[in-house]
């Protein structure tokens, strides 16, 4: 009952950015973190960034300083500002979002995006 809609993915040049969003809809009651993974050609998926819902966040350091993380609680929504781009970021991007669904209250659960292609090359 509760869909992750993730935008912004596609293809850019080394040095550009992209901003991908993702935003929950459906039953949902509360949201915790949000956040992003990747998963490269031949690579495991990764923790790239997450934010809790007091605002705490976590960047893999082959981001930081490079990839912004924010959300907006009143769209239920979950941005990721990527600059300064480079070929090794290319990989699909997943949305995810642990929070308690309006069916059950009691416990946390988690959910991901479909994922969104991010290709960096010249």
């Known amino acids: 009952q509760v869909q992750l809609v993730e935008t912004g993915g596609g293809l850019v040049q080394p040095g550009g950015s992209l901003r991908l969003s993702c935003a929950a809809s459906?039953?949902?009651?509360?949201?915790?973190?949000m956040g992003w993974y990747r998963q490269g050609p031949g690579k495991r998926r990764e923790l790239v960034a997450l934010?809790?819902?007091?605002?705490?966040?976590n960047i893999a350091d082959s981001v930081k300083g490079r990839f912004t993380i924010s959300r907006d609680n009143a769209k239920n929504t979950v941005y990721l500002e990527m600059n300064s781009l480079k070929p090794e970021d290319t990989a699909v991007y997943y949305c995810?979002?642990?929070?308690?669904?309006?069916?059950?209250?009691?416990?946390?659960?988690?959910?991901w995006g479909q994922g969104t292609q991010v290709t960096v090359s010249s």
């Open positions: 995810y979002i642990d929070g308690k669904p309006s069916s059950d209250t009691r416990y946390l659960r988690e959910y």
């Open positions: 459906g039953s949902i009651f509360s949201i915790n973190a």
């Open positions: 934010i809790t819902s007091g605002g705490s966040t």
